[in-house]
């Protein structure tokens, strides 16, 4: 190559063009970073816009720096400890006469507790997560057993979090706003449910590895690299770029634009692939909790909510098999379509009167004598 | 493969460097980009490699034997058999389960007891296209236009050619397939044109299509019928959103082949400034409206035969085109209607002003066209012949209280309409595309930095495909 032609390339028209186009770029990042970067700026819904692709770490940092009484603050909620289960209801409450126990997320909470709105002698034990998926509430159940007795338990699966038990915590899936609670993972190995529990597994655990940075925090991180399927280094460890909006930006879109949990889990127009890890996992969870709730004399009703665009793909995976298990449940399918995007609010959940009429369907459901098995 | 996609940019990347590599290779880079449109393709959906290798098969025998045959009838008989077959595979493929559906509920309308019967039939990714550039192939030999080609897998690459392949535009084989016979270079502009058009229809695709798509889908797939304010403001989305889903779709793929040499031909050229639908159908999709026109309106004897056969000449090649957007019964309204205002616009005399009088009355004319315009969009987006029943009522009656129950597009949305109408306009008031060059380099930096970080902004929320790709 000539040098008239490399001082070309360097120094040419394009060079400078493109030189100007970074030079650019570092103004916007600089001014995003003056005009949002202090602590009044990031609580504007702009400056949460350009926060959001903070790294998972980076995240977690600032969650344990904020003061969690001012702050919305995630970080205790959806752990399974025993110190957190004992402090939910474990009997009927005075004038009611039903202890219903309600495993899911916030989609089956708010169903619930509205369904012990309409009929008041309903006392709700509820153990949840944010946007938790079944492996957790599976482990929630199973972790719960020693400190109730209830009459009806409802096992909510949401569609959209089916995917997520290829996760072992809401730390990456949930990346806009990471929750740390961890879950087993869930696999069908020659016909049997195996579990894989996770390296931290209380709040306390994960305070105390993560502030310090533990040789444990790194067997943790180093457990989610090969068992969560959604683990990227990029999208989850701390670095200085963090402080640049326009890495923030990249980061954030590259988690919208990853499918790594639904890919040959879910797809849009087809539904669920019935074949897939997560759902023979799901199948074998939901047989399992049948026989275990059939021992122990409960009552189990499993709702199917669909989150929103995904139609009736729930209830068209898992309908056969627990009709075939005699397991009783109630679709969303049939009492509004997730297909209309009216029934949904702006943050996913279902708008007051669909949930209204979900909760009418579960309090009927529950006061419904059990059809004989 | 999408083209929004970081497996397209591995695809573009590593393909681009090796085509550079054989470099003044001639029939190297060609047969890189026939096997690299194949694998393009097949992406897609592996099976339809069959339909398009038949397509290409047939279509470059009929050539061969038109351009061989000196009788004007004999000619006429081949073509007419491949366009009976051609048009029998794109039938087949993506109207057979619309014309059972439709003479069932015919049948059944009038008393008649059938069996509702749907084939299993997959639509193959992009079908019409490929089959009206085989199609425009014959035709032009058997007008003696351009000689038939003698190289097969030149001919193959035509019909091939990944980054028109799949949404266009439909290119015609007399541009096309010269440029697949010449030397082709790589050179800084191409690749500074290439890239900035790759930019600005990533810009519009991920910015505004994607970003409207929300508002357009929480008032069409809305059950309840929504107030009159939010079905325009739904239907104006939309307008939008297929603008810059389409037109961005054609930036990249013209981008694209600028990198390579090829020059794609222009699909759109402002078509919201038009001031009537004559001159819309000149600026929007101009590839197909031009197919249509020579294909079929000119043969049907265009504007030479009477007024009356005219406007019925008019209105066959718009229903036509309707129909080949899609096989449903809206589309194919849309078709109507758009046929419809071509025929009242032939009836209009636009008065003659000057100066600033004429300026008023062009922009007043615009204004009031893109209602029309959008209307049409409000026909062509409307999931159901009840939705456009109820819309139309409702943006008549106003029955419920105006209020704008829509989802609001997301800001980089908002901005990205801003800058786009900015761009557009001082492109089209300077009548030159590459009108942004004159700018001195820290400006024009400045607008690639402002497509770049919106581009950012945009990608950071959901995907979505391009709606194109159906048709």
Avoid at chain 1, 91 to 99: I, S
Avoid at chain 1, 103 to 127: C, L, P, V
Avoid at chain 1, 188 to 216: D, N
Avoid at chain 1, 275 to 299: N, V, Y
Wanted: contains cysteine; positive net charge.
């Amino acid at each position: 190559m000539g040098t008239t032609r490399l001082k070309h390339i360097l120094f040419g028209p394009s060079a400078r063009v493109l030189g100007w186009v970074i030079v650019w770029l570092a103004i916007f990042d600089l001014g995003v970073s003056l005009s949002f970067g202090s602590r009044a700026g990031s609580k504007t819904s702009l400056g949460r816009y350009f926060e959001y692709g903070r790294s998972v770490e980076g995240k977690l940092e600032r969650s344990m720096a904020a003061d969690p009484k001012s702050e919305g603050q995630i970080l205790s909620a959806g752990w399974l400890s025993q110190e957190e289960l004992r402090q939910r209801p474990s009997r009927p409450a005075d004038g009611t006469d039903l202890l219903v126990a309600v495993y899911g997320q916030s989609f089956a909470m708010h169903a619930a507790h509205e369904a012990a709105a309409i009929d008041k002698r309903i006392t709700i034990r509820g153990i949840g997560g944010p946007a938790a998926p079944p492996s957790h509430s599976y482990a929630g159940y199973k972790a719960d057993v020693e400190n109730r007795k209830a009459d009806v338990v409802v096992f909510g699966i949401l569609s959209a979090s089916v995917p997520d038990m290829g996760s072992m915590s809401g730390l990456i899936w949930h990346f806009e706003n990471p929750a740390p609670f961890t879950f087993p993972r869930y696999r069908v190995q020659a016909g049997q449910l195996t579990e894989e529990q996770p390296v931290i597994r209380t709040e306390a655990q994960f305070k105390q590895a993560f502030s310090t940075r533990s040789a444990e925090w790194d067997r943790f991180k180093a457990q989610l690299r090969t068992s969560d399927r959604g683990y990227d280094r990029f999208t989850f460890e701390q670095s200085p770029a963090d402080a640049s909006s326009i890495v923030r930006l990249v980061r954030r879109g590259w988690v919208a634009h990853d499918d790594g949990y639904e890919r040959g889990v879910y797809d849009p127009q087809r539904g669920f692939d019935p074949q897939s890890e997560d759902l023979q996992a799901l199948k074998a969870m939901l047989a399992d909790l049948g026989e275990r709730t059939r021992a122990r004399g409960e009552r189990l009703i499993v709702l199917l909510m669909h989150a929103k665009g995904q139609s009736d793909h729930l209830h068209a995976a898992l309908a056969p098999s627990l009709e075939q298990a005699g397991i009783e449940f109630i679709s969303t399918h049939a009492i509004f379509s997730a297909n209309d995007p009216t029934n949904f609010l702006p943050d996913s959940h279902y708008v007051p009167a669909v949930n209204h009429r979900l909760a009418q369907a579960l309090a009927e459901r529950i006061r419904r004598p059990a059809p004989v098995r | 493969m999408n083209f929004a996609s970081l497996q397209f940019a591995y695809f573009l990347i590593f393909g681009f460097a090796l085509y550079a590599l054989l470099s003044k290779r001639l029939e190297l880079q060609n047969a890189l980009l026939l096997v690299g449109s194949y694998y393009f393709y097949a992406c897609w959906d592996v099976r339809f490699l069959l339909l398009i290798w038949l397509i290409t098969g047939a279509s470059y025998l009929t050539g061969r034997l038109i351009a061989q045959q000196q009788d004007p009838a004999q000619r006429k008989r081949s073509i007419a058999v491949y366009t009976v077959f051609a048009l029998c595979v794109l039938g087949y493929f993506k109207y057979f389960n619309f014309f059972i559906d439709s003479a069932q509920t015919l049948l059944l309308g009038l008393g008649f007891e059938v069996r509702r019967v749907y084939l299993d039939i997959v639509l193959p990714p992009a079908i019409s296209f490929y089959v009206f550039e085989s199609l425009s192939y014959v035709i032009e030999i058997h007008h003696r236009h351009m000689p038939g080609t003698t190289k097969f897998r030149h001919y193959a690459l035509f019909i091939a050619y990944f980054p028109k392949l799949v949404a266009g535009p439909i290119e015609r084989p007399a541009v096309l397939i010269p440029q697949i016979e010449q030397p082709r270079f790589i050179t800084e502009e191409n690749i500074t044109r290439g890239s900035f058009l790759i930019l600005l229809g990533l810009f519009k695709k991920i910015v505004i299509a994607d970003g409207m798509a929300p508002t357009v889908d929480s008032v069409f797939n809305s059950a309840q019928t929504p107030n009159a304010w939010a079905i325009a403001l739904g239907t104006y989305a939309f307008a939008l959103q297929i603008y810059c889903d389409f037109s961005g779709y054609t930036d990249i793929a013209r981008g694209v082949s600028k990198l390579l040499g090829i020059e794609l031909s222009q699909n759109f050229r402002f078509p919201y400034f038009s001031s009537n639908p004559s001159e819309f159908w000149r600026r929007w999709h101009m590839s197909l409206s031009s197919w249509l026109r020579d294909y079929l309106y000119i043969p049907l004897g265009g504007n030479r035969v009477g007024a009356v056969r005219t406007k019925v000449n008019l209105m066959l090649t718009m229903l036509l085109g309707g129909l080949w957007h899609g096989a449903a019964w809206n589309f194919i309204l849309w078709g109507g209607y758009q046929g419809l205002l071509l025929v009242v616009n032939s009836f209009i005399k636009p008065p003659v002003f000057k100066g600033t009088a004429a300026l008023v009355s062009r922009v007043v004319a615009t204004v009031v066209f893109f209602q029309f315009v959008c209307y049409g969009w409000l026909l062509f987006r409307a999931n159901s012949f009840e939705q456009i029943r109820n819309f139309t009522v409702e943006l008549l009656t106003l029955s419920q209280p105006l209020a704008a129950t829509v989802a609001r597009p997301p800001l980089a949305a908002l901005l990205g309409v801003a800058v786009l109408a900015l761009y557009d306009l001082a492109a089209y008031r300077s009548g030159r595309a590459t009108f942004y060059r004159d700018w001195p380099a820290p400006l024009r930096a400045g607008l690639y930095a402002v497509l770049v970080f919106l581009t950012l902004m945009g990608l950071a929320s959901a995907r979505s495909a391009f709606i194109y790709f159906q048709f």
